[in-house]
């Protein structure tokens, strides 16, 4: 079974949970996922550092990324993600719609 980070844009938070549930359930990968803000509470400039070294840790304990590129669009944040990956050897799938 294969581990990958999902990375893509918090305002496709619905989306990536929908994409995660479908990747374990029907692909049988083991999914990664980004920390939600739970309850609408906005994290403090700490709590985004802790929240980036946890998700690029993540990276570095995966097999690869799994990119959402939902309408055309990923962010600045995704594409450093993208580049860590590609960087340290790891696989990167792109899923567009």
Request: aromatic share 12%.
């Amino acid at each position: 079974m294969k581990t990958y980070t999902l990375c893509g844009s918090m305002r496709f938070e619905k989306e990536m949970k929908e994409i995660a549930y479908f990747l374990e359930t029907q692909k049988g990968y083991n999914i990664l996922q980004c920390i939600y803000v739970v309850g609408g509470n906005e994290p403090t400039s700490d709590e985004l550092q802790k929240l980036e070294l946890a998700h690029y840790h993540k990276i570095d304990i995966s097999d690869g990324i799994y990119v959402l590129n939902i309408g055309g669009y990923t962010g600045e944040s995704v594409r450093k993600e993208i580049e860590y990956a590609k960087l340290h050897g790891k696989e990167v799938i792109y899923h567009c719609n």
